[in-house]
């Protein structure tokens, strides 16, 4: 053998490799990963070179990874047939010069970062100690020969002239001499489980060398007739029957041990094939293996990115939303990123938004760098602008589902929270999702009609897209407050999901028109020059009412004013433009967490719109007229202004004082005497409604 040469690691490396030592890391795998994709980066240079010199692949036309391992010496090799390293590259690369990434990995360990961040700092090589406690690096370069470099990490390495191990033509093999305590890295079932883990995809082949018992039948004369012919000097030549002689031979079965290679990544990267020559079960077959999920997927798009940045990527769309889509505590999504080929991370953040928790795929850049770390991608401009196209490319995929309307109803049962969401936080494609928005509304019966065919239907003289917000479609499609718009043949739209009114207040418009509420203040409805002559009559003729009114709720309501919204119904109560809507105060009410003082200011100021042509405005109108402190009028203004509260979707602040009111309603109804309850004279009788001058007996109540 020919003389080895001492070097000392340069002070950073060895105090990291004492570090990887004598620290107790429970992720150990990783060493694999990192020595995998090392060896990966080897073949890519090799090929790289060999597109513009081919003789560069004549010492070894293969290119592969090959794990050996080998139990009776406690070795595990991981042979790759790249570049190969020259006695200057082991120098330099593995001990002499510090990469940059040394000091700074040391010191992310420190402030607590995960050992298998180590290959992000280009120091992933070192990761071998954590398994091993001595490693051999066998090494050929076309440019040289042969050579070892070995360490036990005790602050020194050699380099040696190899004339011991035989040729490998060209490339790297690493050899740990695996420590007691390692010997689970020994084990094929361990080392496919952790390729599969981490390196299935990577571009080369990934050969497993395992031993496979055979088991052979053959003659035990066959077996003894090297021992009978050392035996006799002269062989006796005997006669015998065919039939005879096959009875006479036993067989016997002896178990030989055969070594073989195995292909541990024969997934090849679905996304580095063009999307023509996939076909839909390669890619159930991919999503299936991706996600753990039993169903197919729905929907897919495969597309690549190329000129100022390269990726590739692949996203899937679930047929069915997870149990815990929207739990705080889950990963924030399932995106896999990948850099060439080789896997990263699964949880960034930073790769999509939250809206879009439930699109799987995977993402494989080309221009990212391999060792990029958390802190690094959230400033990473690469990563913008793969967010900004997988979120492009995310709705084009849903408005290819929308064209087939059953595959888009079963979308839009298990995701319209995500695509609201969207609306609610995403302003650059706010006006592509509202076109993925689907209502039930006044006209769409059973079916649910998107915004784009709500406009369609529009008549002429309407200017706004009108909706109503509420607790379900049964709640809403009775409202009082639909009921001008429905008269002018104006369809309203039905938005029962507690997230439309979060998502309401950011869609202003939709195609030029403006989205207006039914239930809130500033109702445009079009009306021709007499209606509106007719409502200034009213107003005039109405306001001693309105400021009486006004003055027996007081601070309950804000205004008291002639509706334009209502024919059927005496009364609705209205909020303000800005503030929350009834339904918007029930959904807030329901919040566990929430903060009262925040309801306080945010909880609409209220007017009460009364109807002119409702015969009991009229009625109550000639009682103001006739005496404006009549008792009757307070009782029959509280009834009323809290049968309002109720139809237009607010709760009662003092239900047992309404149902006392109504009691009392139903008593004078059935003309029962209140004896029990109240002594009265017995001459005294309970008087009829319409009578303005004797004294209801239903102010008790109030």
Known sequence: MSEAETFAFQAEISQLMSLIINTFYSNKEVFLRELISNASDALDKIRYDSLTNPSVLESEKELFIRIIPDKENK??????????????????????????????????????????????????????????????????????????????????????????????????????????????????????????????????????????????????????????????????????????????????????KTKETEELNKTKPLWTRNPDDITNEEYAAFY?????????????????????????????????????LFEGKKKRNNIKLYVRRVFIMDDCEELIPEWLNFVKGIVDSEDLPLNISREMLQQNKILKVIRKNLVKKCIEMFTEIAEDKESFNKFYEAFSKNLKLGIHEDSTNRTKLAELLRYHSTKS???????????????????????????????????????????????????????????????????????????????????????????????????????????????????VVISNRIVNSPCVLVTGQYGWSANMERIMKAQALRDSSMSAYMASKKTLEINPDHSIVKALKGKVDADKNDKTVKDLTYLLFETALLSSGFSLDDPSGFANRIHRMVKLGLSIDEEEAEPMDAEEELPPLEDANVESKMEEVD
């Open 75 to 256: 070795i595990l090799d991981i042979r790759d047939s790249g570049i190969g390293m020259t006695k200057a590259d082991l120098v330099n690369n593995l001990g002499t010069i510090a990469k940059s990434g040394t000091k700074a990995f040391m010191e992310a360990l420190q402030s607590g970062a995960d050992i298998s961040m180590i290959g992000q700092f280009g120091v992933g090589f070192y990761s071998a100690y954590l398994v091993a406690d001595k490693v051999q690096v066998i090494t050929k370069h076309n440019d040289d020969e042969q050579y070892i470099w070995e360490s036990a990490a005790g602050g020194s390495f050699t380099i040696t002239r190899d004339t011991v191990n035989p040729p490998i033509g060209r490339g790297t093999v690493v050899r740990l001499f695996l420590k007691e305590d390692q010997m689970e890295y020994i084990e094929e079932k361990r080392i496919k489980e952790i390729v599969k883990k981490h390196s299935e995809f990577i571009g080369y082949p990934i050969q497993l060398v395992v031993e496979k018992e055979v088991t052979k039948e053959v003659d035990e004369e066959e077996e003894e007739e090297e021992k009978k012919e050392e035996a006799e000097e002269k062989p006796k030549i005997e006669e015998v029957d065919d039939e005879e002689e096959k009875k006479e031979k036993k067989k016997k079965t002896v178990t030989e």
């Open 288 to 324: 299936k293996a991706l996600t753990n999920d039993w169903e197919d997927h729905l929907a897919v798009k495969h597309f690549s990115v190329e000129g100022q940045l390269e990726f590739r990527a692949i996203l899937f769309a679930p047929k069915r939303a997870p149990f815990d």
């Open 445 to 559: 019966g059973e079916e649910m009609t998107s915004l784009k065919d709500y406009i369609t239907r529009m008549p002429e003289k309407q200017k706004n897209i009108y909706y109503i917000t509420g607790e379900s479609k049964q709640a809403v499609e009775n409202s009082p407050f639909l009921e001008v718009l429905k008269k002018k043949g104006f369809e309203v739209l039905f938005m029962v999901d507690p997230i439309d009114e979060y998502a309401i207040q950011q869609l202003k418009e939709f195609d030029g028109k403006k989205l207006m509420s039914a239930t809130k203040e500033g109702l445009e409805v079009e009306e021709d020059e007499e209606e509106k002559k007719r409502i200034e009559e009213q107003k005039a003729a109405f306001e001693p009412l309105c400021k009486q009114v006004k003055e027996i709720l007081g601070d309950k309501v804000e205004k």
